[in-house]
């Protein structure tokens, strides 16, 4: 459970709606650090504010709904993980149990081959990113928890990291952020009919996780996705 000493409570003008524990369509939310909590290369304008705004809200919900999980999943490596929610003043409304980056773990268990790959890709950039990383780990943590799928949603931003290999890996649901679309990195405006799209505002949190909206149609994307190969 998500759990943040607020010094100023009446922040949170209508929460007085909140006090009752509420059944949810998602259960577990999982964000995406990069280009969606903190600036990045296809989404080099997240206001941190409006960031922050919205996990304090996830955090007070979460504080009255016990049945919510919200989890951060980063491709990064752990030390730049650290440094970059430290410096956007993201680790109060994460314990770090529920923080996820590249870590020596899952390095051992590479090919000897993908290892020297992505030991290459670090040094010429130390920002660089494992985006398989979070299809593994949301898998070790569905085994873990036990979580059902249908309870499970990922907050993400690319059509292809996102939406195809992870989803498909995954099998869970994802919402993205419609200011931060990309195709395996590069900013793409185009959006794709069926697919949820949302912005860092709790009012589109609301409706996602009660249910409030429409079943995804995730073909439109499978078919995008196989004329772009």
Excluded at 26 to 39: A, Q, R
Excluded at 78 to 88: L, N, Q
Excluded at 115 to 120: G, N, P
Aim: aromatic share 14%; charged share 25%.
């Amino acid at each position: 459970m998500l759990i943040v000493f607020l010094r100023r409570p009446a922040f949170f003008p209508c929460m007085s709606k909140l006090l009752k524990p509420t059944k949810l369509a998602k259960t577990v939310v999982i964000f995406s650090l990069e280009d969606v909590l903190i600036p990045g290369n296809a989404n080099p304008h997240v206001n941190p504010k409006k960031v922050k705004t919205l996990l304090e809200h996830l955090t007070k919900f979460a504080q009255q709904n016990p049945a919510l999980h919200c989890y951060l999943i980063s491709g990064f490596s752990e030390k730049t993980c650290r440094e970059k929610m430290a410096e956007y003043g993201l680790n109060t409304y994460f314990p770090t149990t529920r923080i996820f980056a590249v870590n020596q773990a899952y390095l051992d268990a590479m090919e000897p081959i993908d290892r020297e790959r992505y030991a290459a890709r670090c040094d010429h950039d130390p920002y660089c990113v494992d985006e398989y990383y979070r299809q593994v780990q949301m898998q070790k943590l569905m085994e873990r928890e036990g979580y059902a799928l249908q309870n499970m949603l990922l907050v993400g931003h690319d059509y292809w990291f996102d939406g195809f290999y992870t989803r498909r890996y995954a099998n869970v649901d994802i919402a993205f952020v419609a200011s931060a679309l990309s195709a395996r990195g590069a900013p793409i405006p185009e959006k794709l009919d069926g697919l949820w799209y949302i912005e860092l505002e709790w009012k589109w949190f609301q409706k996602l996780l009660h249910g409030k909206m429409p079943k995804p149609n995730y073909q439109p994307l499978d078919t995008w996705v196989s004329t772009t190969l």
